[in-house]
C-alpha cells in the first residue's frame, strides 16, 4: 500500500477517531433528547437545521479554502468544532443550548468537509484517486461500527447512563484533533483574486 501516503494515514485515522464518537451518539441521540424534554417535532426540527447547516456550509468553505491557497486549517478548525460540540450536549438540557451545539458539530462538518477532499485528492494520482479515496472511506466506515459498538457495550453496563457517554465521545474527538496538528498544507499560492466571499458564491 505505498500509495498511502503518510497525509492519507492521518486523515484516515482522523476520520476514524471522529465517526467513533458521532456516532457512539448516533443510536443514543433520540433517546436522550426525548428524556430531556424534546418532542418528536422538535428533534426533528432539530436535525434538519444541522443537517442544512452543514449541507451549506461545505460549498461555503471549501470555496474560501480555494481562495486561501490553504487546506489544513480549515480541517483543523472543522474537527475542533465537532468534538467539542460533544460535551456541550451535555452540559445543560435547555432546547436553545442543544440547537447550538448540535449545530456547532454539523457546523464543523461542513467547514472540514471541501478541504479534507482537496487533500486526499492532491494525495492521489489518477491511477490511485479511487484507492485513497476508498481507503479514508473504510477507516471513516470502520469507526462508525466501533462507536455504537462500544456505546452498547457501556450501556449494558450502566443502563440509561446516556450522558456520560457524550463526555466519553470527546475522547476520541480529542485524539482526531492531536492527529490533525501533524497535517501540513503542500506549497501552493492562494487564488490571486483576493475578493470578499459570499455565502452563496459556491452555488
Same mark, same amino acid.
Given at each position: 500500500m505505498k500509495y498511502i501516503t503518510r497525509t492519507v494515514?492521518?486523515? $484516515?485515522?482522523? $476520520?476514524?477517531?471522529?465517526?467513533?464518537?458521532?456516532?457512539?451518539? @448516533?443510536?443514543?441521540?433520540?433517546?436522550? !433528547?426525548?428524556?430531556? +424534554?424534546?418532542?418528536?417535532?422538535?428533534?426533528?426540527? !432539530?436535525?434538519?437545521?444541522?443537517?442544512?447547516?452543514?449541507?451549506?456550509?461545505k460549498g461555503y468553505f471549501g470555496k474560501l479554502s480555494d481562495n486561501a491557497g490553504k487546506r489544513v486549517p480549515f480541517v483543523q478548525i472543522g474537527y475542533v468544532f465537532s468534538a467539542i460540540s460533544k460535551p456541550m450536549m451535555a452540559f445543560f438540557i435547555y432546547p436553545l443550548w442543544i440547537f447550538f451545539a448540535r449545530t456547532i458539530d454539523r457546523f464543523g462538518?461542513?467547514?472540514r468537509t471541501g478541504a479534507r477532499d482537496a487533500i486526499l485528492s492532491d494525495e492521489a494520482t489518477?491511477?490511485?484517486? +479511487?484507492?485513497?479515496? +476508498?481507503?479514508?472511506?473504510?477507516?471513516?466506515?470502520?469507526?462508525?461500527?466501533?462507536?455504537?459498538?462500544?456505546?452498547? !457495550? @457501556?450501556? @449494558?453496563?450502566?443502563p440509561q447512563d446516556y450522558t456520560t457517554l457524550f463526555y466519553i465521545a470527546f475522547i476520541p474527538g480529542c485524539i482526531a484533533i492531536l492527529a490533525s496538528l501533524f497535517l501540513k498544507d503542500k506549497n501552493k499560492t492562494a487564488n490571486k483574486l483576493k475578493t470578499a466571499t459570499p455565502f452563496f458564491s459556491f452555488i
Amino acid at each position: 500500500m505505498k500509495y498511502i501516503t503518510r497525509t492519507v494515514w492521518i486523515l $484516515s485515522l482522523v $476520520s476514524l477517531f471522529t465517526d467513533m464518537a458521532s456516532e457512539m451518539l @448516533y443510536p443514543i441521540m433520540p433517546i436522550y !433528547l426525548k428524556e430531556i +424534554g424534546f418532542s418528536i417535532i422538535l428533534i426533528g426540527i !432539530l436535525e434538519g437545521v444541522a443537517e442544512a447547516v452543514a449541507g451549506l456550509s461545505k460549498g461555503y468553505f471549501g470555496k474560501l479554502s480555494d481562495n486561501a491557497g490553504k487546506r489544513v486549517p480549515f480541517v483543523q478548525i472543522g474537527y475542533v468544532f465537532s468534538a467539542i460540540s460533544k460535551p456541550m450536549m451535555a452540559f445543560f438540557i435547555y432546547p436553545l443550548w442543544i440547537f447550538f451545539a448540535r449545530t456547532i458539530d454539523r457546523f464543523g462538518k461542513g467547514i472540514r468537509t471541501g478541504a479534507r477532499d482537496a487533500i486526499l485528492s492532491d494525495e492521489a494520482t489518477p491511477e490511485t484517486k +479511487g484507492k485513497i479515496f +476508498g481507503f479514508h472511506r473504510s477507516m471513516d466506515t470502520f469507526g462508525a461500527v466501533l462507536g455504537p459498538a462500544f456505546a452498547l !457495550l @457501556y450501556l @449494558y453496563f450502566n443502563p440509561q447512563d446516556y450522558t456520560t457517554l457524550f463526555y466519553i465521545a470527546f475522547i476520541p474527538g480529542c485524539i482526531a484533533i492531536l492527529a490533525s496538528l501533524f497535517l501540513k498544507d503542500k506549497n501552493k499560492t492562494a487564488n490571486k483574486l483576493k475578493t470578499a466571499t459570499p455565502f452563496f458564491s459556491f452555488i
